[in-house]
């Protein structure tokens, strides 16, 4: 009648080792894709040569010849090591590793890498240039969101500003 329940127990065998967690446990997770697929690159090959208008939204790489105006929006230009520019060229981020002779106009920055030679007048937020790299020209530093218009309004207006601060006394020159 007080018959005693039969308990299961473990076996008188040594307890097996703690299984550790597979490897996939402490990898962090894979980066979310970004939202906008970034475009394609639009090479221009060491053989080609091009005069003319380049304008686009795509990442501009020339190892070849170009000579003209490239204008590309939300994108970057890249002068590769053999590639010969003579243009006036804007984009987000201009690297240089060739020859480039022009005015450069970057909403970011500008790279001169150390086998880049750049002539010519630039515009930027930020300018890196690589020890061993050739530049002859003017810089001017832009703020962010700035363009040429406001820089040129702000000048214009601290000038106004200066000039009617001063005192200007006019005599008449002597008889």
Avoid at 49 to 56: P, R
Avoid at 67 to 83: K, W
Avoid at 145 to 151: F, L
């Amino acid at each position: 009648m007080w018959r005693k329940t039969s308990e299961t127990k473990p076996p008188l065998s040594s307890p097996e080792p703690p299984v550790p967690p597979a490897p996939e446990a402490f990898e962090r997770p894979a980066p979310a894709p970004p939202a906008e697929p970034r475009a394609l690159k639009t090479m221009l090959g060491r053989a080609v040569a091009l005069k003319g208008e380049l304008s686009g939204r795509e990442d501009v790489c020339i190892d070849g010849e170009f000579e003209g105006q490239i204008r590309v929006s939300g994108a970057g230009v890249t002068i590769g090591a053999s590639g010969r520019v003579t243009a006036e060229v804007e984009a987000d981020e201009i690297v240089v590793e060739g020859r480039l002779e022009g005015s450069l106009r970057a909403r970011e920055r500008v790279v001169i890498r150390r086998t880049g030679s750049v002539a010519g007048d630039i515009t930027a937020q930020r300018l890196a240039i690589e020890d061993g790299a050739i530049f002859r020209g003017r810089v001017e530093m832009a703020r962010p969101g700035e363009t040429r218009a406001t820089q040129a309004t702000a000048a214009d207006r601290a000038v106004r500003e200066t000039f009617h601060r001063v005192p200007v006394e006019v005599s008449e020159p002597a008889r």
